[in-house]
């Protein structure tokens, strides 16, 4: 989920942070690790994300697919040389809840946007909903919103849905995995989805409701887990400012380890001189490499490598390393 509109509030906290935090850039140091951030509602994933790389005076840092201000949720952020995994989280499956609002639509597809059309929702029931529902599971296509970050001739889709332009957009094959109603009501269903990387889920709200003879938008919206993560041990914006007060040492204690991002490949352990010609870009052989694919790559001291290509020869080649070939 994209992000669209950025409030005059958070803009003035951006100018207010900046003036903050400007003595203290020469302050800032090497963090390296994942965080599981439980995003707020009404904001940015940059400006969330800034927030908490100042807390942790971060050199680096970056998030791993963005959710619109209205949304809440999970927000895996990377600092440091976690940075380099961030590719491999945006093409992670995810799972939302959503509550749906049917008999009406709006210009950004959400609850902040502005209503555009309405429409009669006497007809749908639950069965109704269900039957509708049973068509958006599997491999689908959607055509992106207007409001989205998607670039078209070098304009961002929600610029020029702002000044009022609609272009055409192509429709992109997604994945739905899960699509379940978790509470029952006519009008606003609480809705679950598991989905592949590039599911729009405003898009697939407001398809959904066409299905079932009405408009639709969303009312709400909350990301429950990212692959590999489960959906627990999420941390606020709270927590880590009043860890940051405290202590530093308490603060980095809400870092996960980097390899936390791919923990669900296979791991391969190199001894040390396989570890010496790998890091200095040799593919090397290693009988326990397994299957052609990405792998985990640990030396001899279980130290975390990064991620490592096992070739169709049989042969085990660096892909991105995050220690120096010292």
Not at 34 to 47: Q, V
Not at 59 to 80: I, Y
Not at 215 to 242: K, M, N, Q
């Amino acid at each position: 989920m994209s992000g669209t509109v950025r409030s005059d509030k958070e803009t003035n906290e951006r100018v207010r942070s900046r003036r903050r935090t400007g003595s203290r850039r020469s302050e800032q140091r090497a963090v390296d690790g994942l965080l599981l951030l439980d995003k707020p509602i009404g904001r940015t994933s940059n400006a969330v994300l800034q927030q908490v790389r100042r807390l942790f005076r971060a050199r680096k840092a970056g998030h791993t697919g963005s959710l619109d201000p209205l949304a809440t949720g999970m927000l895996p952020l990377c600092f440091g040389h976690a940075t380099k995994l961030s590719a491999y989280l945006l093409d992670a499956d995810k799972t939302y809840r959503v509550t749906a609002r049917f008999g009406a639509r709006t210009d950004t597809a959400d609850a902040d946007g502005q209503i555009v059309a309405e429409s009669p929702v006497t007809s749908i029931d639950r069965a109704a909903l269900e039957t509708a529902m049973s068509g958006f599971r599997g491999e689908i296509r959607q055509v992106p919103p207007m409001y989205s970050a998607l670039k078209k001739d070098g304009k961002r889709l929600y610029e020029l849905a702002r000044r009022g332009q609609e272009v055409e957009r192509e429709a992109r094959p997604v994945t739905i995995h899960e699509f379940e109603i978790e509470t029952w009501d006519p009008e606003q269903p609480v809705l679950l989805v598991r989905c592949s990387k590039g599911t729009y889920v405003r898009t697939l709200v407001e398809d959904l409701a066409a299905a079932a003879g009405t408009l639709g938008h969303v009312a709400a919206l909350r990301r429950l887990s990212v692959d590999p993560f489960p959906p627990e041990d999420l941390v606020t914006i709270e927590e880590l400012e009043a860890a940051a007060e405290r202590d530093q040492a308490e603060l980095d204690g809400y870092l996960r380890a980097m390899d936390g991002a791919i923990e669900d490949w296979p791991a391969v352990y190199l001894d040390s001189d396989q570890s010496y010609y790998l890091r200095r870009g040799n593919p090397v052989h290693a009988q326990a490499a397994g299957d052609p694919g990405l792998v985990r790559l640990y030396d001899a001291d279980k130290r975390f490598l990064g991620v490592g290509e096992v070739l169709r020869d049989g042969r085990l080649a660096p892909k991105r390393l995050f220690v120096d070939a010292g």
